[in-house]
Nanobody, 124 residues
Framework: QVQLVESGGGLVRAGDSLRLSCAAS????????MGWFRQAPGKEREFVAA????????YYADSVKGRFTISRDNAKNMVYLQMNSLKPEDTAVYYC?????????????????WGQGTQVTVSS
């Protein structure tokens, strides 16, 4: 089992950058594929990015490709989401998630553990 705690959200302007962090508990962090999702008010929670156990493989939603970068540090039990060129439409609560499935997946139901979320607000 793993517990996830996100941090790093805040209020920024369009074009700014922000880095989200997700701290994971447990000794088996490196055995999980990790993902970031987001949920805007009145919308479904949507996939943002995913990373393999070693960090060698990543996958992004088209809406963030080229602007966001997911990474992880297994020695520190951390996963990150670097967000550049932020847009107002990136405003959402961002969630970190872990899956025991050995694939990069965009499906919410495939993720077993979730953090509580961190708010990102981008003003125009």
């Amino acid at each position: 089992q793993v517990q996830l705690v996100e941090s790093g959200g805040g209020l920024v302007r369009a074009g700014d950058s922000l880095r989200l962090s997700c701290a994971a508990s447990g000794r088996t962090f490196s055995s999980y594929f990790m993902g970031w999702f987001r949920q805007a008010p009145g919308k479904e929670r949507e996939f943002v990015a995913a990373i393999s156990r070693s960090g060698s493989h990543t996958y992004y939603a088209d809406s963030v490709k080229g602007r966001f970068t997911i990474s992880r540090d297994n020695a520190k039990n951390m996963v990150y989401l670097q967000m550049n060129s932020l847009k107002p439409e990136d405003t959402a609560v961002y969630y970190c998630a872990a899956t025991t499935n050995n694939i990069l997946t965009t499906l919410r139901r495939r993720y077993d553990y979730w953090g509580q979320g961190t708010q990102v607000t981008v003003s125009s």
